[in-house]
């Protein structure tokens, strides 16, 4: 895929379905959006990029190294590294790599493109007589482990040039000594392995410069076999800790972070350049409010609803609205077509009418084409709506989906925005529920919050773009349409091209005329009935 005729959506679906393999389908949540790093269950790779295929290739590099974070780095103990998170680090991502080679090998390549073009660009960083003495450590090795257990095109270079300035240093032996245990680091099983590596790295190197000129002369073969000896217990204890009490590698913590000598260790972690070359193009600090973000929808706990007519009202107004339905639905409308046509294979009876003048010799071809839709019913929440604008709105989406899921082919979820944690969605119904199981979802929302129309667009298009039906339509009802009406025409035709109609309820006097569906309302006492029309309109379209 092309990124010069790709859009946000096509990139959000080729990006999830290949993440979402290598994950292999696992319950790991992928948000387009943030800032790129993992929490251990959520991969955030920030705002979708479109403007170029340089970029496609790293956020697609990016999110597979973070993928396979989520799959293979316990988390638990990473947190609590303090000063040895950069060393732990640096260790863990090769391993990570080597072990994302092993699994799925074309995801090497997105790495190897990613990083050589970053260097091409000037954004590796690099080392030089000024590089800080526990910089230097965590980039020789990095570079050192990722030639031996990779071998990128470009890494020897970077490799050996690293090499060089420690060796200057430290001393050859050292390097060995220290290199021997990175090794074993990197090709262990488990993220407490390493951590226990690395403290041991961190010791020797601690030690090691504090003994300045009276370093051990000792050959490298001997040092390698001592490093190793001297390294296995630590597989052993790994599991909860590594044999020193929290004091002590406390200590050790603020030792190491000495010899950073003031140096931010964000400035020399590969993964972190990749926010500083999105912030460097002049985007959002804060990628998740991008126009092009997409946000995942959660389900969070409503409070419970203490209207006690809530049920009774949407009851009352679903019988109006099926009655009327029901008629509608008897029309030719959202029903099988039958479409005939005459075929490519002769028709062995037929020929015998040759001698008559019978032309009709081909076989006749019937099918029936199913119409089918997804929907994904967007209901704003937003601190402008008013509680009864809020709970009409409620109501109508309730309404809505009960509809939609009694209709031959037709299913619906719902989601309100913005969610209850910040940069989502809420997730009120999905699409294999029955509508009257989550009535009390509808009747639990409240006024909360700004209203990000377009991310909630972007969401809702990526929620649907997986979905098998025919057609993809978002129903949405809104009040924010005035404050984003420039972007918002500009990603109506976006996700017109990607297939994705609109179907908008605008609330307000002054609501633009943006979607090509869209019907406003100056108050809620009209909702119901417009809303009801709007729904009749959709259904008379037929998929292509």
């Known amino acids: 895929m092309r990124v010069e005729t790709c859009n946000t959506i096509n990139v959000y679906k080729a990006v999830n379905s290949i993440l979402a393999s290598l994950a292999n389908y696992k319950d790991i949540q992928i948000v387009f959006g943030g800032v790129p790093s993992t929490n251990g269950k959520t991969v955030y790779l920030g705002e979708p990029p479109t403007h170029s295929q340089d970029a496609l290739d790293a956020y697609l590099a990016h999110g597979t190294h973070e993928i396979h974070h989520v799959l293979f780095t316990d988390f638990t103990n990473v947190s609590k590294l303090g000063g040895l998170h950069p060393l732990v680090n640096a260790l863990e991502d090769v391993r990570i790599d080597a072990i994302g080679y092993r699994k799925t090998p074309g995801t090497y390549f997105w790495r190897e493109t990613y990083l050589e073009r970053m260097l091409k660009r000037g954004r590796l960083p690099e080392v030089n007589e000024k590089t800080s003495p526990a910089k230097l450590l965590c980039l020789s090795l990095y570079w050192h482990m990722t030639d031996k257990t990779l071998g990128y095109s470009f890494t020897h270079m970077l490799s050996q040039s690293s090499q060089n300035e420690f060796i200057r240093r430290f001393g050859e032996d050292l390097y060995e000594e220290l290199s021997a245990l990175a090794y074993s680091a990197v090709t262990s099983e488990s993220t407490d392995e390493v951590i226990a590596y690395a403290k041991l790295i961190a010791e020797r190197f601690i030690k090691e410069l504090s003994l300045g000129k009276n370093r051990r002369k000792t050959s490298g073969n001997s040092v390698k076999k001592q490093a190793e000896q001297e390294a296995v217990p630590a597989k052993n204890t790994s599991s909860n800790s590594t044999g020193s009490d929290a004091a002590a590698d406390r200590k050790l913590e603020q030792k190491f972070t000495e010899l950073f000598e003031g140096e931010n260790p964000d400035q020399f972690d590969i993964h972190k350049l990749l926010e500083q070359e999105s912030r460097s193009k002049g985007k959002s600090p804060d990628l998740a409010q991008g126009s092009n973000s997409i946000w995942p929808a959660v389900r969070s706990e409503l409070t419970q609803s203490i209207d006690e007519h809530f049920v009774q009202d949407l009851e009352q107004y679903e019988i109006t609205a099926s009655a009327r339905f029901r008629k509608f639905l008897n029309s030719n409308v959202m029903r099988p077509r039958h479409l005939s046509r005459r075929g490519k294979q002769l028709s062995t009876p037929a020929l015998a009418g040759l001698m008559v003048g019978e032309d009709r010799i081909f076989t006749t071809e019937d099918t029936v084409k199913q ?48 969610g209850m944690e910040r940069n989502t969605l809420l997730e009120i119904k999905r699409f294999d529920e029955r509508s009257e199981s989550v009535t009390d979802r509808f009747a639990g929302i409240r006024s909360f919050g700004y209203t990000p129309v377009c991310q909630s667009l972007n969401s809702a298009a990526a929620i649907l773009s997986n979905r098998k039906e025919r057609r993809k339509i978002i129903f949405m009802l809104t009040d924010g349409l005035c404050s984003e009406e420039e972007l918002l025409k500009e990603r109506s035709k976006v996700l017109t091209n990607a297939g994705i109609e609109v179907v908008c309820l605008g609330i307000g006097r002054l609501s633009p005329l943006i979607f090509d569906l869209q019907k406003n309302i100056e108050d809620a006492f009209d909702m119901q009935e417009a809303l009801y029309e709007l729904l009749e309109a959709t259904m008379k379209k037929h998929a292509d």
Request: charged share 20%; glycine share 6%; hydrophobic share 45%.
């Open 371 to 418: 119409p089918s839709a997804a929907f994904a019913v967007l209901i704003d929440r937003s601190g402008s709506m008013d509680k009864r604008t809020m709970r009409t709105a409620a109501i109508c989406g309730a309404v809505l989906c009960r509809l939609i899921d009694r209709v031959s082919g037709c299913r619906a979820s719902a989601y309100a925005f913005p």
